[in-house]
Antibody, heavy 118, light 113 residues
């Protein structure tokens, strides 16, 4: 069964840092492109960024609101996707989902909640 | 960035009736070299992650009931639920994957009348 499980969310103050993880199983993670998508409470979906597979260059792309503050990485030996989030702002408060990126996103994890508040 | 809009914001349909959701992109998401529209649809129920239902604008994801269909090309797209069931109550989002940043529509909430 294909499964994505996010972890690492929490409550922190503006300016803080956090690293999210996404553990993948049930598919060949090494070949997969992966994305992070977030959803602020009661709001719509916002793509955050993606990382390609290493065989496709392993490059990253980010949405403008997070570029320079968030860094996506992967450890294929652990089947795990990461997102380092620095200089967090209140507007980064959201549920963060990881998803397998085919252009479309499928499947999705259950999400991990990040709350940034003073 | 490609801006995605959806209409209506919400709709209420009687059980067994048709529900139609429109999605419009600010520029074409049709890639001429392969004649494919880079457009997906998702269903999100409360407290759950989104679920893919349609990709390439009209290809139904495996396991999705055939009452769900997608149509359109270029900049104008439609998701149709041919006979609304109680379990279809959800928010529906369109998404373009023609270019990064990938962008979503604001969502359409579907309820039972």
């Amino acid at each position: 069964e294909v499964q994505l499980v996010e972890s690492g969310g929490g409550l922190l103050k503006p300016g803080g840092s956090l690293r999210l993880s996404c553990a993948a199983s049930g598919f060949t993670f090494t070949n997969a492109w992966m994305s992070w998508v977030r959803q602020a409470p009661g709001k719509g979906l916002e793509w955050v960024g993606r990382i390609k597979s290493k065989i496709d260059g392993g490059t990253t792309d980010y949405a403008a609101p997070v570029k320079g503050r968030f860094t996506i990485s992967r450890d294929d030996s652990k089947n795990t996707l990461y997102m380092q989030m620095n200089s967090l702002k209140t507007e980064d408060t959201a549920m963060y989902y990881c998803a397998t990126d085919h252009g479309w996103f499928d499947p999705w994890g259950q999400g991990t909640l990040v709350t940034v508040s003073s | 960035d490609i801006v995605m809009t959806q209409s209506p914001d919400s709709l209420a349909v009687s059980l067994g009736e048709r529900a139609t959701i429109n999605c419009k992109s600010s520029q074409s998401v049709l890639y001429s070299s392969n004649d494919k529209n880079y457009l997906a649809w998702y269903q999100q129920k409360p407290g759950q992650p989104p679920k893919l239902i349609i990709y390439w604008a009209s290809t139904r994801e495996s396991g999705v009931p055939d009452r769900f269909s997608g149509s359109g090309s270029g900049t104008d797209f439609t998701l149709t639920i041919s006979s609304l069931q109680a379990e279809d109550v959800a928010v529906y989002y369109c998404q373009q994957y023609y270019t990064t940043p990938f962008t979503f529509g604001p969502g359409t909430k579907v309820d039972i009348k």
